[in-house]
């Protein structure tokens, strides 16, 4: 099982890069992320790979960090989210960026990815919401959601949640409504009342 290449690069294609690794060529299929991090041709880089024996085939999938690989994982883990479609996610969004969606069970994001269509979004918010909350994301790009996770995603009912809710209401997306209020959370008094908390999240969204 190949579990990490390294070698040139020989060709970059829309979702594959030619891999020279001291004569043999290895197609290794990754995401727009990740071919937008290793250079082109003449370039050396190192993936990380997962690797899909089929009957019929065998599969290389290839990532720049080891966070990506995780959420190749996580994702393909939910029905009717394949290889293809997994790659295409995290194609338009990051770690971060999918760990702040599903905490503010916000679909929007994932349905811009090729193959997603709004019934599989819904099934992948709800499905990873718990995961999340239990998961160390600490590498690159993943470390606002633990608080997040913990504050607002869990007190969905209390202040924080109507506070989410009016900022929704303005138009703010629940993702970056998210952020905002956990930001003011952070800033505010332990009593502080939801007109602070909503005035509080607005300035932290204007900023």
Sequence with gaps: MIGKLTGTIDVVQSNTVLLDVNGVGYIVFASGRTLSKIGSKGDVCSLLIET?????????????????????GILTKVQGVG??????????ASPNDMALAIAAQDKAIFAKAD???????????????DKIA???????????TPSLTNSAAQDDEGTIGEALSALVNLGY???????????????????ADLGALIKQGLKELTA
């Design 52 to 72: 899909h024996v089929r009957e019929d085939h065998i599969h290389l999938y290839g990532f720049a960090d080891a966070i990506e690989q995780e959420w190749f």
């Design 134 to 144: 239990n998961m160390d994301l600490s590498g690159a790009g993943a470390t606002a």
């Design 173 to 191: 997306g629940r993702s970056e409504a998210m952020v905002a209020i956990n930001h003011a959370k952070q800033n505010l008094p332990e009593d």
């Design 115 to 129: 193959g997603v269509g709004p019934k599989l979004a819904t099934r992948i918010v709800t499905e990873l919401k």
């Design 83 to 92: 290889a293809k479609v997994g790659l295409a996610i995290l194609s338009v």
